[in-house]
């Protein structure tokens, strides 16, 4: 693997945009080629970002010689048939959240990328934030005692039009997989897989949810609370109670723009301090899948295959109760 890990972008669509800014904040990564449906936006996107290379399909971008890595920023109906490509093609992967539409096609992609011994990754960036960084070390002190209760949400209102990849069932629309996704990280991440669900949804007319909440038991005693949806600006912040004090992630809290407070008993918050970057907060993914390029590794230790499977487990269990079914069910 050369030192410098030569990124292609697979997808020229919004998120695309902001990793593309924040690799030039990667040491030793270059974009070496993006790949768009559209040619104009394809050479619009590699001139914007300094990528010596443009290609108007998917196939020649996994094809080029001289990318290390692809990242996927399609929607999430298509992720499978994306990442699968690229594995076809021995292209290591960072693909974005949700990493498909059921676990299905999850155990069929890392299957894949096992047998191909190549290296692929859910691009769940909030794992490798400094402030989540901060929280998981705060939780595993002890300070705050057992964890009893999480309460977590994330829910905006897009200006229309809306993106139709947030209703389509083909795209893998709804708040659940979009978005509803991050509360149930949170949960999971930090208090692993519930034994109980119970939800809620409001639907779209083409049956995605427009809206969903969540209820979960865990083995440890623990009630998680968490909500998503596609019609409200709420607060996009989480309250993590423990026996003895609590975690406040504010403003954002799945991003890096998110502040953290901590609170002992019934005092009042205080700020925690938190390594801060210029940049969206995609480069810390970006760098932790060149060190693990660098090492010849075919799984992330932080972000690995069976967070990723046990995710999208969970996230199908939900839409079972809700009865969310997609084309590929
Ligand atoms: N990590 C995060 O913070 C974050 C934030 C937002 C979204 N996401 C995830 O990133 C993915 C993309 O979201 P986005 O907001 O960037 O979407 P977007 O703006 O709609 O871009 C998606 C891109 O996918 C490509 N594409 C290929 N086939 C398509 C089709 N049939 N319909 C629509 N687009 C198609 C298009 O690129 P070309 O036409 O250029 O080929 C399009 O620009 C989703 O899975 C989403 O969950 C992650």
Redesign the pocket.
Known sequence: MAQTIRWGI?????????FANDLKLVEDASLAAV????EA??QA?AQQYGAPTYFTS?EDLVSAPDVDVIYI???????HEHAMLCLQHRKAVLC???FTLNSRQTVEILQYAKAQRVFIME???TKFLPQYQKVTEIIQSGVLGPIKWIQADFGFNPEPPV???LTNP???GGAL??IG?YPVFLAQSLLGIPVDIQAVATFYDTGVDEQCSMVMKFSSGAIATLSATLSAHTPVEAVIAGTEGRLLMKNRF??AIGTVEIAMGKDEPTPIEVHREEG?G?QFEARHVGECLRKGLTESPVMTHNDTLQQMQTLDRIRAILGIRYPVD
Do not use: M
């Not at 790949?35 to 559209?38: I, K, N, V």
């Open positions: 697979l997808g020229c669509g919004k998120i695309a945009n902001k790949a768009s449906r559209d936006r394809a996107f998917y920023a399609t929607p999430h109906g298509l992720h974005e959240k949700a691009a769940f960036w993106a139709p990849r083909l795209l893998g997989l979009d996704i799945h991003n969206y995609y």
